[in-house]
């Protein structure tokens, strides 16, 4: 066994001086991937794969599984807490490695549901998490009514050496600081959506607390570049309806009470019309407090995709897209 690394001011001077990309184009391999919904019941599930791409002799690794499960309450977007279940697993150079969520996470009668950090673990000490870029995955989510969608895994790089530990400031936590793994994006963008769709929106919250609470402000444009905002709170992680965060994501609502552009959508080759309303999003966290009311950031650190959920008319999802500007306050829980 191979002596500890320790954690020193020259070490954490070699990690800061190591060049880095400006920014993640969220398709390259990580040491955390994070899955932004998983489903785990007997009527709705996932399917979650981790890779391992190293094909080295020595690139053994374990894989951190954190479930992060919500308890819900009347209020879909503030639920009571997100309890933690941990699991690890090795893989092996080359090895992949894909389970059922239902088997893999903790088993509860009605199902849980929420989102999902695995993070790269030094095999031979003790939840002790290190820079091993070399994990991809993917999800395949099963909703209620039998349909599917797959998505990648949001990656994140190490910033420190290979195989050297990461929690330089010793907090326990994973920290997206451009110090110990690159930053989260600033604000994300839901490229378009088609308001008869049904389309959901999951958001989980990395600043904080799984309590604190997020406001998210939302700038949206319909179909004719008419500008529309909407916010709301949240703590967490939500997976909702576009319709149940705002009206104005609705059908009827853009479709009387806004300017249109009929040649943005025709969906069936025919005189183009104002029957299919769309438009696009960009989503930003404006401030992030606890239950109290006590500032914690004036800037939250948010991840997020585009799904189906539960049954719907239409089926889909992907992630949102991410801003070349980055921020530095995002943390997922330790070991």
């Not at 530990?165 to 994006?185: I, K, Q, R, V």
């Not at 909702?240 to 705002?246: E, V």
């Not at 943005?264 to 183009?272: A, F, G, H, T």
Request: net charge negative; hydrophobic share 40%.
């Amino acid at each position: 066994m191979r002596a500890m690394p320790v954690l020193t001011a020259a070490f954490a001077a070699v990690a800061l001086a190591t060049p880095q990309p400006a920014f993640a184009d969220g398709r390259s391999p990580g040491s955390v991937l994070i899955y932004p919904v998983h489903r785990s019941g007997a009527n709705y599930f996932t399917v979650v794969c981790v890779t391992n791409t190293s094909t080295q002799n020595d690139g053994d690794t374990l894989i951190h599984y954190q479930y992060a499960n919500v308890n819900a309450t009347s209020d879909p977007f503030r639920p009571s807490s997100c309890t933690i279940f941990n699991r690890t697993e090795l893989l092996t150079p080359a090895d992949t490695l894909c389970v059922l969520t239902s088997c893999h996470n903790a088993v509860d009668p009605q199902g849980q549901e929420g989102y999902l950090v695995v993070s790269a673990q030094d095999p031979e000490h003790f939840n002790v998490p290190w820079s091993f870029n070399w994990l991809v995955g993917s999800e395949l989510v099963i909703n209620g009514s039998g349909l599917m969608y797959a998505t990648n895994a949001i990656p994140f790089e190490a910033r420190v050496p290979a195989r050297m530990p990461t929690d330089l400031d010793s907090d326990n936590n994973l920290d997206f600081d451009d110090l110990e793994y690159e930053a989260t994006p600033d604000f994300l963008y839901i490229d378009s959506f088609v308001a008869i769709q049904g389309s959901q929106l999951a958001l989980l919250n990395l600043t904080g607390t799984s309590q604190d609470i997020n406001t998210v402000q939302f700038a949206i444009w319909n179909d004719n570049e008419y500008p529309l905002s909407t916010t709301m709170m949240f703590n967490c992680w939500f997976d909702r309806p576009l319709q149940d965060i705002s009206t104005v994501f609705t059908q009827n609502f853009l479709r009387f009470s806004t300017p249109h552009d009929p040649a943005e959508l025709n969906i069936d080759c025919s005189v183009p019309d104002n029957t299919v309303e769309t438009g696009w999003a960009i989503i930003d966290s404006i401030n992030v407090s606890t239950p109290g009311g006590f500032p914690v950031a004036d800037d939250g650190a948010l991840l997020g995709a585009i799904t189906c959920g539960h049954p719907t008319r239409w089926d889909g999802g992907h992630l949102l897209w991410e801003s070349v500007e980055r921020q530095t306050n995002g943390e997922a829980f330790g070991p």
